[in-house]
């Protein structure tokens, strides 16, 4: 384990020997190795007797968690299982959980169905925690046989700064993985315009000629006559035109779960050289021989998904490159582009992502609600102020949990949460 993983194993571990349940948020920049550190709960869960459960938000995502867990966990002796809408041994995991011969499940929504049970539930894992519904979390939660609140892990690889991380996710502790493993070398981003198309199909067909694999990332699955775009469906005909001795395959979230699991799968076992891909790759895909990720109309894209699309490659011994065409933009757009070139780093990342956009739109919260009304607080300024306000908060309910001293207070969550403090422990 890094420096970082060890830190935040050992507040999750001290949080697990407390009498109430664990909430905490696990952020970590992309390939930090957040799932070893679930790993490690998991195992303490399972020596305690009881069970874990591993919810992630695409099957892609689930089936790369259950793939890396099986690996870490293989000389633990502990039980895993698999459960999704398309997992063939879906019935005879759902049994074997009811029955407690599984001590960690990973799945999709899947695992929120009205038929899976679990013997002895304890600890919940989430995967990027904001993909996911609170009522999706809360049926999770109501899983436990005694319908207590399990231990409740959330890992995101969504760079959110501290300041706001603090804000939407307060009644949560925070734990940060803030270094890679040793190994890791950081990716080489460059900027092409439209018109460098042939430097860029140079640099695709030196790194295949390495033996390499290579994505490319279009943001629409179809053209578009509303937005000039070259989408992933029309532009891989052309990709296999241009290079006729190199297997070419296309994913994107219009294919259905088996083709699109299909494809991945020859992609990770080198049949497929290169792989025309939409976001659907954004999460959930680890190929080490990956090695060089062209993303097409940047400009299109926001910070956090040409972070997480960086993030794909790079992955094994060999060096990352990451190249970012881009075909007109406005201002916001540049801004973003020269935030990839200037730093690799996600928490820095994150910090402009929250400059250029204001904390209103940073995880598209706007229209959702799920931000407070912040009439004068302004996270970027307001950091330290931020963190102080949690403090005080927390202070204030465990002496005070009724808030019976503070009417006014009291009145005020009333008005402005009355109908949401029944979720209030889902976190």
């Known amino acids: 384990l890094t420096g970082a993983q060890e830190r ?7 949080d697990l020997a407390r009498p109430h349940p664990m909430s905490r948020l696990l952020q970590g920049d992309v390939g930090s190795g957040k799932t070893a550190v679930a790993a490690l709960a998991a195992v303490a869960a399972a020596r305690a007797g009881h069970q874990s459960a591993l919810m992630a938000p695409t099957e892609l995502l689930a089936e790369q968690h259950e793939r890396t867990l099986r690996t870490l966990l293989e000389a633990s002796g502990l039980e895993l299982g698999l459960l999704t809408a398309s997992a063939p041994a879906a ?46 979390r809360a049926a999770l939660a109501a899983k436990t046989p005694d319908r207590r609140s399990p231990h409740t892990l959330v890992m995101t690889a969504t760079p959110i700064p501290r300041s706001l991380a603090l804000t939407l996710y307060g009644d949560l502790e925070l734990s940060v993985i803030d270094e890679l493993p040793p190994g890791r070398s950081p990716v080489t981003t460059t900027l092409a315009r439209g018109g460098e198309g042939e430097q860029v199909a140079r640099l695709v067909r030196e790194t295949l000629d390495r033996g390499e694999q290579v994505y490319v990332v279009y943001p629409l699955v179809e053209e578009s006559e509303k937005l000039d775009l070259r989408a992933a469906t029309e532009s891989t005909e052309r990709i296999r035109s241009a290079f006729p001795d190199v297997t070419v395959d296309l994913v994107h979230g219009r294919l259905d779960a088996a083709a699109r699991g299909e494809a991945m799968a020859r992609f990770r076992r080198g049949e497929t050289q290169l792989l025309v891909s939409t976001t659907v ?132 969550v009333q008005i402005r949460w009355g109908g949401r403090l029944a979720l209030v422990d889902v976190g």
Do not use: Y
Not at 92 to 104: I, K, N, Q, T, Y
Not at 109 to 122: D, W
Not at 305 to 330: S, T, Y
């Open 8 to 14: 935040a194993w050992a507040e999750i571990r001290a």
């Open 91 to 136: 019935a005879e995991v759902r049994a074997r959980l009811a029955a407690g011969e599984v001590d960690l499940v990973v799945g999709t929504h899947a695992l929120v169905q009205r038929e899976v049970a679990f013997a002895r539930l304890a600890l919940v894992v989430i995967d990027e925690q904001h993909r996911f519904g609170v009522l999706q």
């Open 281 to 412: 790759i954004e999460v959930g895909v680890d190929v080490a021989n990956a090695t060089l990720m062209v993303v097409e109309h940047a400009e299109r894209f926001g910070l956090a998904q040409l972070h997480q699309l960086r993030g794909r490659v790079g992955r094994g011994e060999r060096p990352g490159a990451c190249v970012l065409v881009a075909r007109g933009g406005g201002e916001d757009s540049e801004a973003r582009l020269s935030a990839m070139l200037a730093t690799t780093d996600g928490f820095r990342i994150a910090d402009a992502d929250l400059r250029i956009r204001g904390p209103g739109d940073f995880l598209g919260t706007r229209q959702s609600g799920k931000l407070p009304d912040l009439r004068f607080a302004d996270l970027v300024r307001d950091a330290r102020l931020v963190s102080l306000a949690r403090e005080e908060a927390r202070a204030t309910v465990e002496v005070d949990p009724g808030l019976r001293r503070a009417p006014a207070l009291a009145r005020a």
